[in-house]
């Protein structure tokens, strides 16, 4: 790779880390960046998920020291997702390229809908689940670990969509806490892909310090935020990724 492409991709990633604190889905952007680089895709995941792993810590700092994450509640969702994502990075390459992005734009398009319909939802909390909200959440949860493990392109924007439409999360609670599950997530999958050699680790440690600091920078300013503006900032970019990975995909 040339000085000129890497320094494109420390600026992309840059960019789309600090931005990604709030909306999530970096991957649909970073790594078919890193596929149009020549790197082969199953490393581009593996390394893509390294830098996803610091990224996931630097932006997990500033939400700690503020208080914003209640780790009892957050706790089970973590246990669901270790084992969920162990799984998904152990099925790379059984789905197609062409499958996924479908998959992760009709979430994101039901995502958008449900936040339309529901003008309240992560705006104002509840601090009541009901039982079935909190099994359907469990049930996400650990269905979406076993999609994070295998790609993360949106995983995080559907866990957070997912906390606030059930776990009874505002967007500020639902970021911060996805935040600390993603470390978890990305961390699984990583050490999987280490193991089974997938890993570019030159790469993997330019874009992984970048990705932490970008995060820590864009967490620290996502903390100044209200709800109702994360709220806005998170469906337009939702709205304009769903859009994109349909038109890529025709």
């Known amino acids: 790779m040339t000085s000129s492409s890497l320094l494109l991709l420390i600026v992309l990633f840059f960019v789309t880390s600090a931005i990604g604190v709030v909306t999530g889905s970096n991957s649909l952007i970073t790594v078919p960046v890193m596929f149009q680089f020549g790197i082969e895709p199953k490393v581009a995941v593996a390394t893509n998920m390294f830098g996803l792993t610091f990224m996931a810590i630097g932006a997990t700092i500033p939400f700690l020291r503020q208080g914003a994450i209640d780790k009892r509640k957050v706790s089970p969702l973590i246990v669901l997702t270790l084992i969920g994502s162990a799984i ?10 062409r499958t996924m992005p479908i998959i992760v734009s009709v979430s994101m398009i039901v995502v958008t809908i449900f936040t339309f319909i529901k003008p309240d939802a992560g705006v104002a909390g509840t601090k009541t689940v009901s039982r079935r909200f909190l099994i359907i959440t469990y049930v996400l949860t650990f269905l979406l670990g076993i999609y994070g493990g295998l790609y993360s392109g949106g995983y995080v924007t559907m866990l957070t969509a997912a ?5 009874g999360m505002t967007f500020t609670e639902s970021i911060a806490s996805t935040k600390l599950v993603n470390v978890f997530s990305s961390s699984i999958a990583t050490v999987i892909f280490m193991w089974q050699g997938l890993v570019d ?8 310090v970048t990705m932490f600091i970008a995060a820590y920078v864009g967490a620290k300013t996502v903390t100044r935020l209200n709800d109702l503006w994360l709220r806005r900032i998170f469906l337009l970019t939702v709205l304009i990724l769903a859009l994109k990975t349909i038109f890529d995909f025709i």
């Open 88 to 97: 998904g990075a152990g099925l790379v390459g059984s789905i197609s390229d």
């Open 163 to 167: 906390l606030v439409a059930f776990f």
């Open 201 to 208: 680790y030159k790469l993997g440690i330019i874009l992984a």
